[in-house]
């Protein structure tokens, strides 16, 4: 099946700094999306990417969509403690094809 | 979570009981996906469907294992006999349409004892 590479597993950093975490697959996809999960939680959308080379931003979030389509990243600025959390990036495979292929996550864990 | 109502929020069912979880999505949409997630994993598809049809099932076990989302009511996912590898968090997803952004609810976490 396919499957989506996410780095880095874990991240340990201070409040106030910039966190980058990416995701690769072996396969092209048509959509990327970006999800944070908080523990007992569902997944909550951040960024939803629809075009190879497109470049979103949500605040203080910023993803794109690679532009061979078998990549995306997901940047953090200035980082707060309510960004503590995993992150998830997802994979839309194809039009019609509407199942969502997760990776395997970036913990995000904020040192005081 | 954009509204996607799921219950029970947790559940415990005995080894060979059935579990059943129930899924409300956002009212308008008439897409679900079913997913699960084992600790410390990323969720894994197990199901789509489309008010009264199973569009894509490629994910759920064959065996015990049976969703359906009927025109009137939310979407039920069964698991019939349950085994303690059945123990993970459940989540439901709605869309208004394919291929426009899944709203995920806040999953029902089965333990089987």
């Known amino acids: 099946g396919q499957q989506l590479n996410q780095s880095p597993q874990s991240m340990f950093i201070q409040e106030g700094e910039d966190v980058s975490m990416n995701c690769t697959s072996s396969?092209?996809?048509?959509?990327w999306l970006w999800y944070k999960q908080d523990p007992g939680e569902g997944p909550v959308l951040l960024i939803a990417?629809?075009?190879?080379?497109e470049l979103t931003s949500n605040g203080r979030l910023t993803a794109q969509f690679g532009i061979t389509r078998k990549d995306s990243f997901l940047n953090i600025s200035a980082s707060i403690p309510s960004d503590v959390g995993i992150y998830f990036c997802?994979?839309?495979?194809?039009?019609?094809?509407?199942?969502?292929?997760f990776g395997t996550g970036t913990r995000l864990t904020i040192i005081p | 979570n954009a509204g996607v109502m799921q219950n029970p929020r947790h559940l415990v069912r005995r080894r060979g009981q059935e579990a059943r979880l129930r899924c409300s999505p956002v009212?308008?949409?008439?897409?679900v996906y079913w997913y699960r997630q084992l600790p410390e994993e990323g969720l894994k598809f197990m199901v789509y469907?489309?008010?009264?049809?199973?569009?894509?099932e490629s994910g759920m076990p064959k065996e015990r294992f049976s969703a359906e989302f009927p025109k009137e009511g939310p979407s039920i996912l069964r698991i019939q006999q349950v085994v303690r590898g059945d123990s993970a968090a459940y989540f439901c997803?709605?869309?208004?349409?394919?291929?426009?952004?899944?709203?995920f609810g806040q999953g029902t976490r089965l333990t089987v004892v």
């Open positions: 997803a709605s869309s208004e349409r394919g291929n426009t952004e899944a709203f």
């Open positions: 396969s092209i996809f048509n959509t």
């Open positions: 990417l629809y075009k190879a080379g």
């Open positions: 997802a994979g839309q495979l194809a039009f019609g094809n509407e199942k969502l292929t």
């Open positions: 009212k308008g949409h008439s897409h």
């Open positions: 469907l489309q008010k009264e049809n199973i569009i894509d």
